[in-house]
Structures are given as C-alpha cells and as structure tokens.
C-alpha cells in the first residue's frame, strides 16, 4: 500500500473534485476542502471531513451522505482493502465515533430564525485547558474502544490505545485540577497505562512486540494484554 501521506492526497483530490461535479448543493461554485485530523506517525487512523466556506467565508461541514460511499469505494479501489478495517471512513458530527466532546460544529439559530451549523471550538480542548468539564464520559470512552477494537493491525490497536491514554491522563488531571470528583485509578492500571504510553509512539509493530508487551504487562501489572487495560479505561471514562 502506498504511504498514507500521498493516499490522503490522491483522496482529497478525488472527493474534492466530486463535490464539484455537484449541481444545485449549498458547495457549489464554493471552495472545497478535504480536512484530515490526524498526524500521527504510525497510527492508520484518518479521521477527515469535508467542509466548504459559504458566502459569509464560514467553514461548514458537507453531509457524509454526499460521500462517504464514494470515498469508501474509492479506497477499495485504489488501495485493495476495506476502508472500515482501515479507519478510514471519515469523522463527522453525524457518524459513529462522534461525541459532543470533539464536535466542532454546533447548530445555532440564527436572528433570522433559521437554524445552521456554526463552528466551534471542541469541548475537550477547553477540557484539557482545565476550563470545563467533560460532559460525555461513556461516549467519550466508547470513542476510543471503537477505535482500539477495531483497528486494522496490531500496531493500529497499540497506537489508538496510547493515543486513549495521554487524551485519559489529560482529561484527569484537568478535573482533579478544577476540583470535580474523579474516578481512581489503581496502582496496576496506572502502570500498564504507563507501559503502553511509552510503547505506542515509538516502535514498528511486529507480532514479536505484541508478545513481548504483553509479557510485560502480564508480569508487572497481571493485566494480558493492551484491551484489557483499555476495557478498565472506559470502565472509568464513564464514571467522569
């Protein structure tokens, strides 16, 4: 397969070119763009919406409806695998993995009494900033279990789960700091979080470093594997 750099082009070029193509749609005749959310070195997972600016140069989302099947088809096509078992569907306010914490889009009504879609600024940015609170524990953690579960590879699972726990470790420290109750963390899963963290961004994953991390989770801290440890973060994410 290709480099997903240079995939994420060639799609934005396709999808932006068959918004184009649409006549009689809010976008047309309007700048288009294809906005990917992740820059991770190893982790597959490309979470990217299509948005445009209307006449008043504000940015809005393009419904997935207009083409997500296009995309989809489009990545079997060019690539030979199945763009769900790739994480690469796109993140929308309508889809599966998005929660009110990483919207960036809200509906406002309007002085004129129309309700649209306005851009906003994700809640768990002002979360991590320690300036609210996070109002969706269980969607939260469902987010990143989806994520974890299915992921295409090992190496996909392990980085999703260290990207779950550095944005866990964040989103704790900001409530303990902002005086609101949090749920504890015992000693064990501290330390498998920790493993994982440190393993998640900085190797190639093989079957080798599977076996061996989870050698080290099972003798240090009694948990087998990465999605145990994940499972007991979610079980927490839904008590914040």
Request: hydrophobic letters at 35%.
């Amino acid at each position: 397969m290709e480099t997903y750099s240079k995939l994420k082009t060639k799609r934005k070029d396709f999808l932006v070119s068959e918004m184009k193509k649409m006549k009689n749609v809010p976008w047309e005749g309007k700048e288009i763009d294809v906005v990917s959310m992740s820059n991770s070195k190893f982790s597959q997972d490309d979470d990217f919406r299509i948005v445009y600016k209307d006449d008043r140069g504000a940015v809005l989302e393009v419904s997935a409806s207009h083409w997500e099947d296009k995309a989809k088809t489009w990545f079997k096509d060019t690539t030979g695998y199945n763009a769900d078992e790739c994480q690469q569907v796109g993140m929308t306010r309508h889809g599966d993995e998005a929660f009110s914490g990483f919207a960036t889009q809200k509906l406002h009504k309007g002085k004129d009494g129309i309700h649209r879609y306005v851009n906003v600024d994700p809640e768990i940015i002002g979360v991590y900033a320690g300036k609210n609170k996070l109002t969706d524990g269980v969607g939260y953690g469902a987010v990143y279990w989806n994520k974890v579960k299915n992921s295409a590879s090992t190496g996909e699972m392990i980085a999703q789960a260290g990207k779950y726990i550095v944005s866990f470790k964040k989103v704790l420290k900001s409530h303990k700091k902002q005086g609101y109750n949090v749920p504890e963390v015992d000693p064990s899963l501290n330390l498998a979080m920790n493993i994982v963290e440190r393993v998640s961004p900085n190797f190639e994953f093989t079957p080798g470093v599977e076996t061996k991390l989870n050698k080290i989770l099972t003798k240090e801290t009694g948990y087998t594997n990465v999605k145990e440890v994940v499972r007991d973060m979610v079980s927490l994410s839904g008590k914040l």
